[in-house]
């Protein structure tokens, strides 16, 4: 065990916070503080600069210093506020993160569709087929990235969704209507629209009440 999982374990124990709560204040697994605390792997610089304003601490202090002082406890008030403006800042940093990750998984997947039809084209006709999965593998793959920062709940829905169009894809397409059978598909992009759209009238929602709540204060 270092210096900074000692750090990490005396400043969550003097805050009150369980691994649960503090995994859940930075966005991460449970099992990922585990191992910050164990020793067995480190925070990224973006996750230390964000433990380090959580508990009011410097960067250098939660990697050298001896932070068992009561001194460098902060009061739950100061942790839910500072918790607040990293909630706020991590959700930025995730929204572009997530669109540079979207852009490339689609890029990447078109590319390789791409070149697979001019490769096999004279080999299997039917290898344009290959292009109706690129709705489907893409943002499974994203999910799996980002199923801390997106939820369970989300998650279901980018799984089960293209899981259900391509189901539905072999079901009409078995049935002898191979040609009107890539309609299927078109299930998947109009419930991303929806999604969207859901997750933006979420996100004017919270910002209306976090103004109404900052107006009564």
Not at 131 to 155: D, M, N, Q, S
Request: hydrophobic share 45%; proline share 4%.
């Amino acid at each position: 065990m270092n210096k900074l999982s000692e750090n990490l374990i005396t400043l969550r124990k003097n805050n009150n916070l369980t691994q649960d709560g503090l995994a859940e204040k930075m966005y991460v697994s449970r099992q990922a503080v585990s191992k910050w605390e164990r020793g067995e792997s480190l925070p990224d610089i973006d996750t230390l600069v964000a433990l380090s304003e959580l508990y009011g601490v410097s960067v250098d202090d939660l990697l050298k210093s001896d932070l068992s002082d009561p001194k460098f406890s902060s009061s739950p008030a100061d942790v839910d506020k500072t918790f607040s403006k990293l909630k706020s800042l991590r959700k930025k940093q995730n929204a572009k993160l997530m669109c540079v990750w979207a852009f490339l998984l689609l890029g990447s997947y078109a590319l390789i569709c791409g070149i697979l039809q001019v490769a096999l084209f004279d080999i299997e006709e039917n290898i344009w087929i290959f292009w109706f999965t690129l709705p489907v593998v893409p943002p499974i793959i994203f999910a799996i990235r980002f199923r801390h920062e997106i939820g369970k709940k989300w998650i279901m829905f980018f799984i089960n969704v293209p899981f259900i169009a391509t189901m539905i894809f072999f079901m009409i397409a078995y049935a002898g209507n191979v040609d009107g059978a890539w309609i299927a598909f078109l299930i998947i992009p109009v419930y991303y629209v929806a999604a969207a759209l859901e997750c933006v009238y979420q996100f004017k929602t919270e910002k209306k009440e976090k103004t109404e709540k900052q107006k009564q204060a």
